[in-house]
């Protein structure tokens, strides 16, 4: 009752993040999701997009491609609202069978300056000996890359997995840049973490914990959304508290630096899973996807790591969360959302055959 009235008094205006356009409640998008166009190639061979937008209008993607033994971390760039795609630049290339690099994470920060961070771990064979989150940053739109800082690191563990995975960066309303994470105790055990860093990413502080610290679960794939740009945020991320992966959410009123009132926002039909969670706001509606198998048994080729891309809205500020709508079809992977204007978003999946991509949704009444 005291959130519901909390909220109530909040949400009026609303305000997106990416477009600073104030909107009364009465004008806030609606819930209900609709295709708006088919999936658009970003790269065929992309996965794990993440997508930020440019003080000039356009966004960028990044993600990871995997090729001829190689893992290339790659920038792409639209100036169409996701309609075409051009490549921009490249991060890093390693070679796969030595590195493990993934969960690419772009963001153009105030200065113009674009810095994107990734996991960056060092691997023998199929045994991790050293876990890293680094952050680079390119000065010139993404064409070139330089090492900025590492923002966690540590050496892995014998027989016990202490992994650090899935950076999400964020601006903070002061202007610092905030980076959430996951890092594991254990096979069964991982908690939600953030650092912060007052000089574009150069130096970070120590860490703020998210999530998890009260239960074994393994809390994962943290992504972080304005409700209303009064201080108040949403987390989502996938948890094993239940058995199978479930969407779980928590929230703070003070921009990220304090979090609690942890909730339930998806569990999955069937047994099935539903993981890898990224939360947006559209005009006031916050959006959260996540993959999830719950639909797709038969469907050869499907699994829970290629199952249905799906998402569900909230218009009370993340109380209350409708029907879940597909926005992938069967034999996506490792969704990612991008907010274009008052109604309209992208899903962002790794489609097989296709690659990675982006489609149009819109929200309707
Ligand atoms: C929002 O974005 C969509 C997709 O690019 C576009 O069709 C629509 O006209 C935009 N709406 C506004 C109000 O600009």
């Not at 010139?140 to 923002?151: E, M, P, R, W």
């Not at 992966?245 to 099935?272: E, I, K």
């Not at 996807?289 to 829970?304: H, Q």
């Not at 907010?339 to 982006?358: E, I």
């Amino acid at each position: 009752m005291f959130l519901y009235k909390l909220f109530s008094a909040l949400l009026i205006p609303v305000t997106v993040l990416s477009n600073p356009i104030t909107t009364s409640i009465e004008q806030r998008s609606p819930g209900n999701v609709v295709q708006a166009g088919s999936p658009v190639v970003i790269d065929a061979n992309g996965i794990y997009i993440r997508a930020s937008p440019l003080k000039t209008g356009g966004l960028i993607a990044g993600y990871t491609a995997h090729e001829n033994g190689q893992s290339i971390l790659r920038l792409a760039q639209s100036d169409n609202s996701g309609s075409s795609w051009n490549f921009i630049g490249e991060v890093w290339r390693v070679d796969t069978s030595t590195h493990d690099v993934d969960n690419a994470m772009p963001l153009q920060l105030p200065s113009g300056r674009i810095v994107y961070a990734f996991r960056n771990h060092d691997r023998t064979g199929n045994t991790f000996t050293y876990y890293r989150l680094t952050l680079c940053y390119s000065d010139d739109g993404g064409k070139n890359f330089v090492y900025a800082s590492t923002i966690e690191q540590q050496a892995a563990t014998p027989n016990n997995p202490n992994g650090l995975w899935e950076p999400f960066l964020r601006v903070a309303a002061d202007g610092s840049l905030q980076c959430y994470y996951s890092a594991e105790n254990s096979a069964v055990d991982q908690d939600g973490y953030m650092k912060r860093s007052i000089d574009g990413g150069i130096t970070w502080s120590g860490w703020t914990k998210i999530s998890g610290g009260d239960r074994t679960s393994r809390d994962g794939m943290i992504g972080v959304a304005n409700i209303d740009n009064s201080g108040n945020l949403i987390a989502v991320f996938e948890n094993t508290e239940s058995g199978p992966f479930t969407v779980d959410y928590v929230l703070s009123h003070d921009d990220g630096n304090s979090w609690g009132q942890r909730g339930r926002l998806y569990t999955a039909r069937n047994g099935a899973g539903a993981g890898a969670p990224q939360v947006m706001n559209v005009g006031g509606t916050l959006v959260t996807s996540f993959m999830t198998d719950e639909d797709v048994a038969g469907i050869p080729g499907s699994g829970y790591d290629g199952a249905q891309m799906k998402v569900v809205t909230s218009v009370d500020g993340g109380q209350t969360w409708g029907l879940a709508t597909i926005t992938g079809d069967a034999r996506s992977h490792w969704p990612g959302l991008y907010t274009l204007n008052q109604t309209h978003f992208l899903a962002l999946y790794s489609k097989d055959g296709l690659g990675a991509v982006s489609q149009h949704y819109q929200l309707v009444n």
